[in-house]
């Protein structure tokens, strides 16, 4: 449904030229729910804007269903209202002088969709009644909650009945409670709808929560798209897999069909290609620990260092061999600092990068 | 495929007009330093030459003129800094009771008309006709009087005096915007208050202060007020009065080719002057934080001093408005220049308002007045908010040009403004009788404040979310359909503070309406001018009297609007 073909944008600033996209390529099919993961500064915002039509991409090209909406090489450039998008700010962009009511009635007003005002009217309360605002639509937009006004920002996008909703960080202005009740609600909302989402963040648990679909970004670079699983457990590289979630990394050399590290040595199954130097990691609740050796492979003593208690879960600091793991559980053992335990890695959860 | 044509055409009716004005401003100055190549009445044939930069380096007068003007300039930067400082301090940095009563006496002041008090103090401090004077010659039995207002250091005296609460409000937006970071750093290690001022807060403030004793002496440069009203009739000339003098000679033509020469001479002043500021400026700003909540440095407690401190302000208030006020006062009720006295109370009477309220030119007057303060801030607001729209908010090409051609006619003087559309009027009056008429000063005031009003209008825009807009224009809202119903709306507060601010100026304005007021294009301020020059002191001050009653209740609105919307702090 979006197609993005080989997109460069650079700025010039007073210091200097930042490359803020550096050549991406992303498909995203019809209905999907796709999120743009990245750190602060990789382009994702540049990138959206590029995708709204607020940008001009220097190079390649964007299509939506097959329609070039801009292509540097064909000189063609489709200004954002004849994109048939909706598009939510980070800072909401609710006009402030304006009823509930009048946000979201404005573009349709004023816009390329102009419409006879009772047709107007039953479109921009349905709208709010998605948002569940509809009994607000004549209050002034400065006396609503943030969530709310992230709602009328929500029902003005999707009132002019996009083909594609573009979403910039729409919920780090609010709190965190808050933020997931929104975040469930955006996300039921666009599959109600059946439309393209692409949405921005730089919030690893927000990205998976609502992607089918997701891109890793940094530098200007998409460096791994896929399903939420799929990138958390089998991440190609290992930025993207430490983005996502905590690591414990081990750097070792190849033998004998394992890695040899500072815990001893262990057995995984290599990649292709692998050879020489590599780090081999594993997610801290992939690990298994327990009082007594089991006798399984890539077992090793270890001391408990400290515990660390966070309600849902209990985090353990281990040493093995020298080298540093972190434990993660939800049933809590209630090992004591101090004590000796064995440390299991299973082969199966390791993963295995060069280096 | 219409509403992209609409989304277009909004764009470029805003670059014309935009565009219109740089031309316009470009266009004026342009023809200064055209002026300056040329001999002979505009229009009439004449080769380019640099014969008139020769007469000028060769003219002694020049040099004197020079001399006076250095000398006034430095008076003025003497009396207004020290008490800026002081005042910005007081309010600023001490426990100084009533703090919104001081900034209030001190703001008032700006907005009334220079030349007015300029004419109150004629009355106080003349050799002749001085009231203070002759109070001193009478008590001490003195044969010549004591104090002479009609010097160089008197002109000198009175300017700084109107521009100090121009100098307070430059520096207390510093000291205001200062890192309190800086200062609480120095107290937390146990260096004491008075020694943090000397040591810590003086250095930071340097900058700030230099860039402000820069901007005092380009206004010095380009003061026409009291040097025309006091120091003219008595030949002392400065730049602007020499350059008015050149254009309005007692006897022979109007020299307008070496008025060119020495218009030019005084441009290029101007805007050099403009490159040592920017750079104090740009040093100030970076012992400046940008916060949102008002974080403030603690406070100095005065103690005993409170009380010297309102005597200071007080005073100040009493000797810079109300002493000149009730001199023209006092001059208005009377029918000729005398002492207070019991026998001149007696024959005080307001007979001279209601003789020269009718006269038909002065209505006239009042009629052109009031339409350069309705027409010229909507011009302005109109034509600035196009400036700042594309100047904050588009990616044309050449913004950045706009933004810096729209401050010209901050730093260079508005006379040189008058005098280049005066020529430019005559050199078209064939063709276009606009030389004259009411429509010159219109346009000519409009490009001078084009500058105030990108100023304001500027970081009112910048305040206004970018997305605001974006979220309109992904809805394929036209641009100028945005501007009118989105941002309009939001910095209104903006809109409307340099709409009536304009309007003050207007009704205020003498030094561009002397050079360009015909008969036909009288407004108040000339009105007040002719009568005082032409002898009719009496009936000058009872006009000056009432257009300061007139203006009141204007200030008093200014005023509170003004503070309300936090926007004391006006870049004049
Ligand atoms: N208008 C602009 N002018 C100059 N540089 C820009 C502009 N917009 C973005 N950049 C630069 O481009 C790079 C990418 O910016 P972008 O806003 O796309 O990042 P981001 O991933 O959205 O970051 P964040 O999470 O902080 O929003 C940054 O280095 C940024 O400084
Ligand atoms: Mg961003």
């Given at each position: 449904m979006i197609e993005i073909r080989a997109l460069s944008k650079r700025f010039t600033t007073s210091d200097g030229a930042v490359r803020a996209l550096d050549g991406v390529d992303l498909a995203i099919a019809d209905k999907e729910f796709f999120v743009l993961l990245g750190l602060s500064g990789s382009g994702k915002t540049t990138l959206l804007r590029c995708a709204a039509g607020l940008e001009k991409p220097d190079a390649g090209e964007i299509l939506f269903n097959g329609r070039t909406m801009s292509s540097a090489a064909a000189g063609v450039f489709v200004p954002p209202e004849r994109r048939a998008i909706g598009m939510v700010f980070q800072s909401y962009a609710v006009w402030p002088h304006m009823t509930v009511f009048d946000n979201v009635a404005f573009p349709l007003e004023n816009g390329v969709q102009r419409m006879p005002r009772a047709r107007l009217r039953e479109r921009v309360m349905s709208a709010l009644a998605l948002v569940q605002l509809a009994d607000h639509a004549e209050r002034p937009v400065p006396f609503l909650s943030g969530g709310q006004q992230q709602r009328v920002a929500l029902a003005r996008a999707i009132a002019v009945e996009p083909e594609v909703l573009l979403m910039d960080e729409p919920l780090s202005n609010l709190d965190a409670r808050l933020r997931e009740e929104v975040r469930d609600e955006i996300r039921g909302l666009s599959k109600k709808l059946g439309i393209t989402v692409l949405y921005v963040t730089h919030d690893q648990v927000e990205a998976m929560a609502l992607a089918d679909r997701m891109a890793v970004m940094s530098g200007g670079k998409v460096l791994e798209t896929g399903a939420p699983e799929k990138l958390y457990h089998f991440s190609q590289s290992r930025p993207v897999a430490e983005f996502l979630g905590a690591m414990n990394v081990f750097h070792g050399a190849v033998e004998n069909g394992g890695v040899k590290t500072a815990v001893g040595l262990l057995s995984c199954a290599l990649p292709?290609?692998?050879?020489?130097e590599v780090t081999v990691a594993i997610r801290p609740e992939e690990i298994l620990v327990s009082n007594s050796a089991s006798g399984g492979a890539n077992e090793f003593p270890a001391a408990l260092e400290s515990r660390l208690f966070l309600g849902d879960v209990t985090v353990y600091h281990l040493t093995a061999g020298g080298a540093k793991i972190t434990y993660k559980t939800a049933a809590d053992p209630g090992f004591e600092p101090g004590g000796r335990v064995y440390v299991s890695l299973p082969a199966g959860k390791l993963k295995v990068f060069a280096r | 495929m219409k509403a992209a044509a609409a989304h277009f055409d909004g764009k470029l009716i805003l670059a014309g007009v935009a565009g219109a004005a740089a031309l316009a401003i470009l266009g004026l100055l342009g023809t200064i330093v055209w002026m300056s190549l040329r001999t002979g009445v505009p229009g009439q044939a004449s080769g380019y030459t640099f014969t008139n930069y020769f007469t000028l380096i060769g003219d002694p007068y020049m040099y004197r003129v020079m001399w006076t003007t250095l000398r006034f300039a430095a008076v003025t930067i003497g009396i207004a800094i020290p008490l800026g400082l002081v005042f910005a301090w007081l309010i600023e940095r001490t426990d100084l009771p009533h703090k919104a009563l001081a900034m209030s006496l001190l703001g008032i002041g700006i907005l009334f008309p220079t030349f007015l008090k300029a004419m109150g103090w004629v009355f106080l401090l003349?050799?002749?006709?001085g009231v203070i004077n002759i109070i001193f010659m009478q008590m001490l039995g003195l044969t010549a009087a004591p104090l002479n207002i009609a010097t160089v250091a008197g002109i000198g005296f009175v300017e700084g005096l109107t521009l100090a609460p121009l100098a307070y409000v430059m520096i207390s937006a510093a000291l205001r915007g200062m890192n309190p970071a800086l200062v609480e750093a120095s107290s937390i290690h146990g260096v004491g208050k008075w020694r943090t001022l000397l040591r810590v807060e003086m250095p930071l403030i340097w900058p700030a202060l230099l860039s402000t004793v820069i901007w005092m002496f380009t206004i010095a440069l380009a003061a026409f007020d009291v040097p025309g009203v006091i120091g003219m009739a008595n030949n002392i000339f400065t730049f602007s009065t020499a350059l008015y003098f050149m254009i309005n000679p007692n006897e022979g033509l109007p020299r307008y080719g070496l008025s060119g020469a020495y218009g030019s001479i005084m441009i290029c002043v101007s805007l050099l002057l403009m490159l040592p500021y920017f750079a104090a400026l740009r040093q100030s700003h970076r012992y400046q934080i940008i916060s949102g909540k008002s974080y403030r440095a603690s406070v100095i407690e005065l103690g005993r001093w409170r009380a010297a401190g309102w005597v200071l302000i007080g005073g100040y208030f009493f000797v810079a408005f109300v002493l000149p006020l009730l001199a023209i006062f006092w001059v208005s009720l009377l029918p000729y220049v005398q002492m207070p006295s019991r026998r001149a109370l007696a024959a005080a009477s307001f007979e001279r308002y209601g003789a020269t309220l009718f006269d038909s030119a002065l209505l006239g007057a009042g009629w052109n007045t009031l339409l350069l303060m309705v027409l010229v801030p909507t011009i302005v607001v109109v034509v600035s908010t196009a400036i700042s729209w594309i100047v904050t908010r588009s990616r044309l090409r050449g913004r950045v040009a706009l933004d810096a051609i729209a401050f010209l006619p901050h730093p260079v003087p508005h006379l040189l403004f008058a005098l280049s559309i005066a020529y430019f009027a005559l050199l078209i009056s064939d063709v276009v009788p606009l030389y004259g008429s009411i429509y010159v000063l219109i346009a000519v005031y409009a490009v001078c404040w084009i500058s105030f009003g990108t100023r304001v209008l500027n970081s009112s825009m910048i305040q206004v979310h970018r997305e605001l807009e974006e979220a309109a224009e992904v809805g394929g809202v036209p641009t100028l359909r945005i501007l009118l119903k989105v941002i309009v709306p939001l910095i209104r507060p903006g809109l409307v503070y340099a709409w009536i601010w304009t309007s003050l100026s207007a009704y205020r304005e003498l030094t561009m309406a002397v050079f360009l007021a015909s008969p036909r294009s009288q407004v108040l301020s000339t009105y007040v001018w002719g009568q005082w020059h032409g002898g009719g002191l009496g009936d000058a001050a009872a006009v000056a009297i009432v257009m300061m009653a007139v203006m009141s209740p204007l200030v008093a609105t200014f005023w509170i609007y003004a503070r309300r919307q936090q926007q004391v702090a006006s870049p004049v």
């Open positions: 292709e290609g692998m050879r020489n | 003349h050799p002749r006709i």
